[in-house]
Structures are given as structure tokens and as C-alpha cells.
């Protein structure tokens, strides 16, 4: 059964900072993996997806890689902003998407 | 892009009834499409799958004679919720798959539900 674990689970830092956030996933056998974006109360924004074959993606300040042996990803927010505060949930698709729990970040000036 | 449409954004109901939520792809055909419940700060927990034409296949804990799922056709997938109750109160997202291989999932914006 495919587990996805995000660490970590919150994170408030000034205006400014480079980030990362990390995705583990216990079965390698994926398809893609995407990140996302929530705000509060509110639907899901699709960040980036990387597939199975790709090393990483990259979108504006945010870069995402995979290492699908290893089972790990990670999200990679440069020069952090205020706007950046929301939820970031990491999700793997194999013959379903499967969801971590998320990391909640706050970014304060 | 690929749009998903979920309605309703948000409704209130008395406990007993029943409230159906929709999931519409506009602009591709959807072969499949999934369905989540998301509690407040806790992430996505899958409730079943839907294909169109076909039974839905539930998650392990998810009662599937209190969430009907219909997916008639290409474009649209229903869930039902009956005799609704507080505990039933969530957020519940769909998200749909279209026919190409591999093809990103797109997500409707959610439906929150409060059962009084």
C-alpha cells in the first residue's frame, strides 16, 4: 500500500528564504508525482508534475525533483513570499493519486 | 487548459437528507475520475474511483450505499451522500483523468459540505 509522508508538517520563515519541502513515498512504482498548492478552504492548484522518467521540473521560483528509486521528492521554493503561504501537498499517482498530508506554510514579511 | 466544474462550491443540509455533488469535465472526456473527502488541516483521503459506465470501486472504510457514485457519461460523475449526518461534514473534491495516458489530473474546486 503506498504511503506518502511530507516533512515538514508546517513551516513559518521571514520574507526571503529559499525552502525545501520534502515528499518520501514507500512504493517506487509510479507513474508521475505532482505537487500542489491549497489555500485555505479552497481547491487545489496543480504546481508541477514530474513523470516517472523526469529528474525534475521546474515552474518560475519553484523547482521540484524526483528520485523515484529512493522514493523521495522534494519542493524547492526560492526567495519566499508573503503570497507563498498556503498548504503544499505532494501526491503519486500509480493506479491512483495518493496524497501526503501536506506542509503548511507561512511566509511572513 | 483542461477545466473540471464542481457544484456546488458550498451547501447546508439538515441531517437525514440527502445532497448530490457534481463533477463535470468541460473541455475533455473524462474516463475516470476520482473522488476525496479532505476533513479540516488533514490532506485528501481517497473515497473511490469511478469509471465511466461501470461500478465505482471504493476505498477500504468508505460505505458505498451512503456515497453513490454515478459516472454516466464522459463528462459528468455524481456523488451522493444519504441521510446525511455531522459527521458527514467535509470537504469533498473530484478529479478527473482524461483519455490520454498518463494525462495530469485535474481537480474541481471542492464542494464544503455542513450537515446541521
Known amino acids: 500500500k503506498q504511503e506518502v509522508t511530507q516533512i515538514p508538517a508546517a513551516l513559518s520563515v521571514p520574507e526571503g528564504e529559499n525552502l525545501v519541502l520534502n515528499c518520501s513515498f514507500t512504493?517506487?512504482?509510479?507513474?508521475?508525482l505532482q505537487w500542489f498548492r491549497q489555500d485555505p478552504g479552497k481547491g487545489l492548484t496543480s504546481l508541477l508534475l514530474?513523470?516517472?522518467?523526469?529528474r525534475e521540473q521546474t515552474s518560475g521560483r519553484l523547482n521540484a525533483s524526483l528520485d523515484k528509486s529512493s522514493g523521495r521528492s522534494t519542493l524547492y521554493i526560492a526567495a519566499s513570499q508573503p503570497g507563498d503561504s498556503a498548504t503544499y501537498l505532494c501526491?503519486?499517482?500509480?493506479?491512483?493519486?495518493?496524497f501526503g498530508a501536506g506542509t503548511r506554510l507561512a511566509v511572513h514579511p | 487548459g483542461a477545466v473540471v466544474s464542481q457544484h456546488p462550491s458550498w451547501v447546508i443540509c439538515k441531517s437525514g437528507t440527502s445532497v448530490k455533488i457534481e463533477c463535470r469535465s468541460l473541455?475533455?472526456?473524462?474516463?475516470?475520475m476520482f473522488w476525496y473527502r479532505q476533513f479540516p488541516k488533514q490532506s485528501l483521503m481517497l473515497m473511490a474511483t469511478?469509471?465511466?459506465?461501470?461500478?465505482?470501486?471504493?476505498e477500504q472504510g468508505v460505505e458505498k450505499d451512503k456515497f453513490l457514485i454515478n459516472h454516466a457519461s464522459l463528462t459528468l460523475s455524481t456523488l451522493t451522500v444519504t441521510s446525511a449526518h455531522p459527521e458527514d461534514s467535509s470537504f469533498y473534491i473530484c478529479?478527473?483523468?482524461?483519455?490520454?495516458?498518463?494525462?495530469?489530473?485535474?481537480f474541481g474546486n471542492g464542494t464544503r459540505l455542513t450537515v446541521t
Open positions: 478529479s478527473a483523468v482524461g483519455t490520454g495516458d498518463f494525462s495530469p489530473l485535474h
Open positions: 512504493d517506487s512504482a509510479i507513474y508521475n
Open positions: 514530474i513523470q516517472s522518467s523526469q
Open positions: 501526491a503519486v499517482w500509480s493506479d491512483k493519486l495518493i
Open positions: 473541455d475533455f472526456q473524462a474516463t475516470t
Open positions: 469511478s469509471n465511466e459506465g461501470s461500478k465505482a470501486t471504493y
